[in-house]
C-alpha cells in the first residue's frame, strides 16, 4: 500500500505545476468579458440613444467574479484586478481599438449607435449590455 501512496504522492506533486493559475490578467474567458464590458460602456457613454443596462452589467460581474473564484483566484487577487486603474486603463485602450476597427471615433456618435445596434441584433453580450431608446 505505502508504494501505491507515495507514487499518488509523487504524481500529484509533479502534476501541480501543469494547473498552476496563469496571471489573471491573462486568464482568457475573464479577459473578454470585461473587454466585452468596457465595449458595452463606451457604446452607452458614446452614443445618445443608447443606455447602459447596469443591473445586467452588475449581474455579469458578479458572475465573472464567480468564475474567477471556481478557478482559483483568491478573492484579493480578483478584487485588486477589478479595481485596478491600470487594468482599467489597458480594456479601455482595448475597447477604444475594437470599435476603431468597427469605424467608431470619439465625436461621431452615429458609429456608435450603430455598433450598439448591431450588439442587439447579434445578441451578444454587449448588446445584453445595451438598452436602445430609439
Known sequence: ?????????????????????????EEPVIGEKLLQGFIGDAIADNCPTMQARKLRALGEL???????????YPSDVVREFVTSKEEKAKFKAKAADWLKAKGAEPGKPEAYCRIGEEEIARQSLIGSLLRSTR
Open 1 to 25: 500500500m505505502r508504494p501505491f501512496v507515495l507514487t499518488l504522492t509523487l504524481t500529484a506533486a509533479l502534476a501541480a505545476p501543469a494547473f498552476a493559475l496563469v496571471p489573471i490578467n
Open 62 to 72: 458578479n458572475k465573472l467574479r464567480d468564475y474567477a473564484l471556481a478557478q482559483g
